[in-house]
């Protein structure tokens, strides 16, 4: 299994947007679900965002309309569009990987593989 990595992390003012980007080399990345996890300073991580290999796309109540998963299969990769970024969204965000998640999306313990994580500051 390739290894997940994700970019576009960084610091910016509350209100703006951001784009986070995941790739894989994975020959079975088409496969699989991709997900977003949050883990906020002191917090436990939770889950954000998920997109199935069909395109299904679920998503945690605080993000909802805020937020977008999207795939794209030939690239391998997997992007998070975050809108209307709140100092609450400040966390490192990470990608994940889940060869059945079924209905546990937002459960760590569904998912398979993980990258390593990228920050993501919102100032107030």
């Known amino acids: 299994q390739g290894q997940l990595v994700e970019s576009g992390g960084g610091l910016v003012q509350a209100g703006d947007s951001l784009r986070l980007s995941c790739a894989t080399s994975s020959r079975s990345f088409a496969a699989i679900s991709m997900g977003w996890f949050r883990q906020p300073p002191g917090k436990e991580r939770e889950f954000v965002a998920g997109i199935s290999w069909r395109g299904a796309t679920y998503y945690s109540d605080s993000v909802k309309g805020r937020f977008t998963i999207s795939r794209d299969n030939a690239k391998k990769m997997v992007d998070l569009q975050m809108n209307s970024l709140k100092s609450e969204d400040t966390a490192v965000y990470h990608c994940?990987?889940?060869?059945?998640?079924?209905?546990?999306?937002?459960?760590?313990?569904?998912?398979?593989?993980w990258g390593q994580g990228t920050q993501v500051t919102v100032s107030s």
């Open positions: 994940a990987g889940g060869k059945e998640v079924g209905r546990s999306w937002n459960s760590s313990q569904s998912w398979n593989y």
